[in-house]
Structure formats: structure tokens, C-alpha cells
């Protein structure tokens, strides 16, 4: 299993052990791992996958969740651009106290900057009004497994808007394992 992936898992169990029961999915190639962890937990009857094409849109179907059942609801984004479309709601969020969860995939550190597509700076991308978490990408090591489900039992527990930005180097995914007994 790659780094990202496991770490995609740790995350995703983590914040599904700690109550999130509806998860708001952007595909996109980076943040393909935390996609199919999600069908994963979908698919063992742990939450509620929405898929939406449309960033902006999503947030707000997300938001709509969360403020409706009172849960954290993550709304998972690829890098780059994706992440600006999720403003709107965020601030939408951040001023009505609704836990809307900003969960984006991101380059590794040594990719920002370069000048490589889709190097955004994503970390404090919405500005004062929203917390930003950072983690670095994974190495599959114990440690950053820890930091992950560590984010995850945060994001289960998270009372206003966030963005929990998650930085991954490729592989970006592999075989999802079987998450029923988790």
C-alpha cells in the first residue's frame, strides 16, 4: 500500500470512528487516495459518499449536511484550484458555526513553487477566519500514520469551519484494503 494511501485510511477511519457519517467527495488525481478510502467506507455501510463534479457546489451541499445534522462534514478537494472554490461555503461556515471541513489533498512541499500545475498554495488559502491544519506528506512510517488518524479524530470532533490540508507524493494510491472490520 503506498504512504498516501495508508494515510488516507488512518485519516478517513479515524474521523468515521469519531462520528463523521456523510462524506462530500471532488474527484481529482491528487486526491485520488482519500477517494477511494471514501467508496471504501461507502461500500462496508460506515458513511454517506456524495459525489459531486462542481467544488463550489459541493461546499455548500456539505454545508448544508453539516448544518443540518450538527456532524462535521468533510468536503474533499483535489490540489490547486479546486481548493478556491471551496471559499464561498467556508466563510459561509466559519459565520454560522457549522462544522464544514475543508479537506484537501496538496503537493509535497518540494513541489510548491516550482512552477509545476497545480502548486497552489493551499495552507491559509481562506485567509484569518479559517484554521488551517497542515500535514506533511506521509512516508508510511509510524509517525506520520499517528499524525494522520491523529487530524482524523480532530476532524470527528471539529465544532466550526477548518482546512485540513494533506500533502501526498505519489504513488497516490493502490489496493484500498478491506475496511469492514475497522
Known sequence: MSAALAAAVE????????????????????????????????????????????????????????????????????????????????????????????LTADRPRELIGTGANQTTVQSGIFGPLINTTTLGAPDGGELSLALAAGAGKELATARSAWHLNVAYREPLSGEVPDLSDR
Open 11 to 102: 485519516l478517513l477511519v479515524a474521523a468515521v470512528n469519531g462520528g463523521v457519517r456523510d462524506l462530500v467527495v471532488c474527484p481529482g488525481s491528487r486526491s485520488q487516495a482519500l477517494a477511494l478510502v471514501a467508496a471504501e467506507l461507502e461500500r462496508v455501510r460506515a458513511v454517506r459518499l456524495h459525489v459531486r463534479v462542481d467544488e463550489r457546489s459541493a461546499a455548500f451541499f456539505a454545508l448544508g449536511i453539516a448544518r443540518e445534522s450538527g456532524h462535521p462534514v468533510p468536503v474533499i478537494t483535489t490540489s490547486g484550484t479546486a481548493v478556491a472554490n471551496l471559499h464561498p461555503a467556508m466563510l459561509e461556515a466559519h459565520h454560522s458555526g457549522v462544522p464544514l471541513i475543508a
